[in-house]
């Protein structure tokens, strides 16, 4: 379990991080609501939310937030609603790999570009360590410059890797991407 603490943004508004639980999205339809706007910022992720996914999507993530052995979610919350969320995932069990997380992050548009995606990066890897994992990794879809920006600048993730191709976009143009790794010892 982490400590709840609160972030204030650059803009100042003040978010209050803690880990996330399930009673947390079942609160006011959070879950539901958050799913909307993961469909708002679908462009530059490599899972879709459809509405007609919306069950499927809300039973899966049900099932990591209740599964401490295979993740472990924080989020940022605004007025009681979700407005960011960032999932470590792991596998123990696999002893070659035991040491590997893999992550992904999502904020809310209204909430980009305010430093809080750092902040909750920055809290992950300390709770990865806590976790006993050295390494982190995650990916990113070419083009998504603020990710880019984030990941590589700020928090020095090394580029690993280049799946050409890997998504197809809304537009109909394919784009790579792109895997990045960090050792966190």
Same mark, same amino acid.
């Given at each position: 379990?982490?400590?709840?603490?609160?972030?204030?943004?650059?803009?100042?508004?003040?978010?209050?991080?803690?880990?996330?639980?399930?009673?947390?999205?079942?609160?006011?339809?959070?879950?539901?609501?958050?799913?909307?706007?993961?469909?708002?910022?679908?462009?530059?992720?490599?899972?879709?939310?459809?509405?007609?996914?919306?069950?499927?999507?809300?039973?899966?993530?049900?099932? !990591?937030?209740?599964?401490?052995?295979?993740? !472990?979610?924080?989020?940022? !919350?605004?007025?009681?609603?979700?407005?960011?969320?960032?999932? %470590?995932?792991?596998?123990?069990?696999?002893?070659?790999?035991?040491?590997?997380?893999?992550?992904?992050?999502?904020?809310?548009?209204?909430?980009?570009?305010?430093?809080?995606?750092?902040?909750?990066?920055?809290?992950?890897?300390?709770?990865?360590?806590?976790?006993? %994992?050295?390494?982190?990794?995650?990916?990113?879809?070419?083009?998504?410059?603020?990710?880019?920006?984030?990941?590589?600048?700020?928090?020095?993730?090394?580029?690993?890797?280049?799946?050409?191709?890997?998504? %197809?976009?809304?537009?109909?143009?394919?784009?790579?991407?792109?895997?990045?790794?960090?050792?966190?010892?």
């Amino acid at each position: 379990m982490m400590e709840k603490s609160n972030y204030k943004m650059q803009d100042g508004r003040e978010v209050m991080i803690r880990q996330l639980t399930v009673e947390d999205c079942e609160y006011n339809g959070n879950y539901e609501k958050m799913y909307q706007w993961l469909h708002q910022v679908n462009t530059f992720l490599t899972r879709e939310f459809n509405e007609s996914d919306l069950e499927q999507n809300k039973k899966q993530f049900y099932e !990591f937030l209740s599964s401490p052995e295979k993740a !472990f979610t924080i989020a940022g !919350f605004f007025t009681a609603k979700i407005i960011a969320q960032t999932m %470590l995932r792991y596998n123990f069990k696999k002893k070659k790999t035991s040491h590997v997380g893999n992550w992904g992050i999502v904020i809310h548009p209204e909430f980009q570009h305010q430093g809080l995606g750092f902040k909750l990066l920055q809290l992950m890897e300390q709770i990865a360590e806590r976790k006993g %994992l050295t390494r982190l990794e995650a990916a990113y879809v070419d083009g998504n410059i603020a990710a880019e920006t984030l990941y590589l600048k700020k928090l020095h993730y090394q580029v690993e890797g280049r799946k050409k191709n890997g998504i %197809l976009m809304e537009d109909g143009e394919y784009r790579d991407v792109i895997a990045i790794g960090k050792l966190i010892i």
